[in-house]
């Protein structure tokens, strides 16, 4: 089980990340939105950027972990009961919502240096 913090601690982590909020926390790779705190209305969770082709995967993966509302329907995106999700599997998606969205030069050199 994680919380908010650890989420914190683990985007700050990535090169180049910034936590804006509006009203909502928030976290940006060059202004571009990989991880956020979900409306409570939406489901609530953790929402992150996924690729269009693993969404549903995930979703299957552990629909107890992962779920999606109606807000995030046709859009790359999941969220996460941060209750039920351990440490390393968060690292794993907060990581892969930055490398979809950082510029691709950047993404190559985190990935190089991993």
């Known amino acids: 089980m994680v919380d908010w913090e650890t989420v914190r601690e683990l985007a700050l982590a990535l090169p180049e990340v910034e936590e804006t909020s ?25 929402a992150v950027r996924v690729d269009r082709d693993e969404k549903q995967m995930l979703l299957d993966s552990n629909p107890d972990m992962y779920f999606s509302s109606a807000h995030y329907d046709g859009y790359p995106g999941i969220q996460i ?15 892969d919502a930055w490398l979809i969205q950082a510029p691709k030069r950047l993404a190559a050199e985190f990935l190089a240096n991993s």
């Not at 926390?25 to 489901?43: N, Q, S, T, Y």
């Not at 999700?85 to 690292?91: K, Q």
């Open 22 to 46: 509006d009203g909502r926390p928030a976290f940006r790779v060059r202004g571009k939105l990989f991880a956020w705190i979900a409306r409570e209305r939406d489901g609530g969770g953790l």
């Open 81 to 95: 009961r941060l209750e039920l999700i351990e440490r390393d599997e968060l690292a794993e998606r907060l990581e």
